[in-house]
């Protein structure tokens, strides 16, 4: 690896030559600081089959209880298509510690293909998750409520329909998997 200025470099986790402001799938996964339940709590409840012969089965299902920086982690993600108009939003959830979500940037027309580079981005992937994350910590901010995203956030471009499919069924059994998932602090001790 190599250093700059004399400190260790972490290696982006972007895909290298890829034009992360071209037409394209991206899943998106952004998290609270040190994972904190900044957005609510997932309460899992059993709901018994209505077929009346045994034996009965029972489903879990799921929901956020938002508090109001989830509400709003939610409602700014719905918003994101007024800012970016060559944004289409797919299957997204907002989680008591981070979002996942599917952004498609339909720019079918862009005709200039561009390596990532640093310095100033505008119209990519990354301005787009810049500008989510900075409206939701300032109304945070504004309104006084404790909030803090993680630094960087975790980006996949989708290559193919079958992945698309496995996103999309991954982020809506998202709740209902959340008992499981290991970034759930109440399983660190089990």
Known sequence: MEKFRNNFRIPSARLTNWDYGSHGLYFITICTKN???YFGEVNTLSKTSLHP???L???SIASLQKTTIGEIAFKYWEQITAYHPFVELDEFIVMPNHVHGIIFLNKS???QWQANQFGPQS???ASIIRG???AVKKYATINHIDFAWQSRYF???IRSDKELQNIRNYIFNNPANWEAEKNNPENLFM
């Open 123 to 125: 119209g990519n992937l």
């Open 35 to 37: 994972k904190e339940h």
């Open 132 to 134: 989510y994350k900075a």
């Open 155 to 157: 980006d996949r471009v």
């Open 57 to 59: 089965e029972t489903q």
């Open 109 to 111: 027309d862009q005709k």
């Open 53 to 55: 012969e045994p034996p």
